[in-house]
């Protein structure tokens, strides 16, 4: 089993910067993509930004420029640096992890979310 814990979120005003963390445990041989969602109040939950384990991003046009994804492999550990946070960005935000298994298939974990709130 693999588990998933983020941390770094809280309340900022607009144009101020936090930054996310994700750091995956358990039964890890190796992990594929790693990746940020967000949930908004009454909205779907929405890719924020990926990275592959060897670098390639991805990233929602909403935060091209602002957010910056990153990850440390030898620790199992996604970030999320965020800057010039705006009051949309408010949202409860998820990490997620695909691991291979060791019979070659492929799962998705996920964190449980970790509040950011902007204020205006």
């Known amino acids: 089993q693999v588990q998933l814990v983020e941390s770094g979120g809280g309340l900022v005003q607009a144009g101020g910067s936090l930054r996310l963390s994700c750091a995956a445990s358990g039964s890890i041989f190796s992990i594929n993509t790693m990746g940020w969602y967000r949930r908004a109040p009454g909205k779907q939950r929405d890719l924020v930004a990926s990275i592959t384990r060897g670098g390639r991003t991805n990233y929602a046009d909403s935060v091209k420029g602002r957010f910056t994804i990153s990850r440390d492999n030898a620790k199992n550990t996604v970030f999320l640096q965020m800057n010039r946070l705006n009051p949309e960005d408010t949202a409860e935000y998820y990490c997620?992890?695909?691991?291979?298994?060791?019979?070659?298939?492929?799962?998705?974990?996920w964190g449980q979310g970790t509040q950011v709130t902007v204020s205006s």
């Open positions: 997620n992890a695909y691991v291979p298994s060791a019979i070659g298939r492929e799962y998705v974990y």
